[in-house]
């Protein structure tokens, strides 16, 4: 069984357009990411669910918004798509153990979904 | 705001050469460390974890790492690399009782030539 899945694996636009990628976990985690790869590679983190609460929003444009309609899905919605917004786009999810220690648990990546804007 | 660095952006061994990936972090406080590997084409996935104990971390296909306090250092290490090997290798860290999002590194390419 896949942990974490993400769809489409590869999405193809033009600029200007609207898209989606789901994401869901069958891990029973309380928290979901939203990670952006860019072509260097670098991993920056975009938003952050915890039971359905957003609890962290990076500096990510308002073009991007997060919908977490359960504790298992975290769907990225994505208006009026640039060029600038290719890139690979993880999903994640993590036990959050909470208390003063916080989270010790390991994040586990989705597959990734790779955004082309032409 | 807390760092990771990782110096060496890309790494070429041959292989059964010994491999050392560096990894140093600017927080002053309690951390969580982990490496990260993301071989070609596929998505990351955990390599190893330091959170307390002993500071010498063993992790999956003979990888080690070593949290140095004094040095705010998480270095990966592995004493004979093969050709499947071949990977990004990403340093990450968390702060305890802090925010528990990861600040990743910006990734370490290793290409190992059989």
């Known amino acids: 069984d896949t942990a974490v899945s993400q769809t489409p694996k590869y999405l193809v636009t033009q600029m200007g357009n609207d898209k989606s990628i789901k994401c869901e976990q069958n891990l029973g985690h309380d928290t979901m990411y939203w990670y952006k790869q860019d072509s260097k590679k670098f991993l920056k983190i975009m938003f952050s669910?915890?039971?359905?609460?957003?609890?962290i929003n990076e500096t990510v444009p308002n073009r991007f918004s997060p919908k977490s309609p359960d504790k298992a899905h975290l769907n990225l919605h994505i208006n009026s798509l640039e060029l600038g917004d290719s890139a690979v786009y993880f999903c994640?999810?993590?036990?959050?153990?909470?208390?003063?220690?916080?989270?010790?648990?390991?994040?586990?990546f989705g597959p990734g979904t790779r955004l082309t804007v032409l | 705001a807390q760092s990771v660095s990782q110096h060496n952006h890309h790494v070429i061994l041959s292989e059964a050469a010994s491999l050392e990936l560096g990894c140093n972090y600017s927080?002053?406080?309690?951390?969580?460390l982990f490496w990260y590997v993301q071989y070609p084409g596929q998505h990351l996935q955990l390599l190893l974890k330091?959170?307390?104990?002993?500071?010498l971390v063993k992790g999956i296909k003979g990888f080690e790492a070593e949290f140095i306090k004094s040095k705010f250092s998480f270095n990966l290490r592995k004493p004979s690399v093969q050709w499947s090997d071949t990977a990004e290798y990403f340093c990450a860290v968390t702060k305890a009782g802090g925010s528990y999002i990861p600040t990743f590194g910006r990734g370490t390419s290793l290409i190992v030539h059989p």
């Open positions: 994640a999810s993590s036990q959050d153990l909470g208390g003063l220690a916080g989270p010790t648990d390991t994040q586990y």
């Open positions: 927080y002053g406080g309690t951390v969580n």
């Open positions: 330091y959170f307390s104990g002993d500071p």
């Open positions: 669910y915890n039971n359905k609460e957003l609890i």
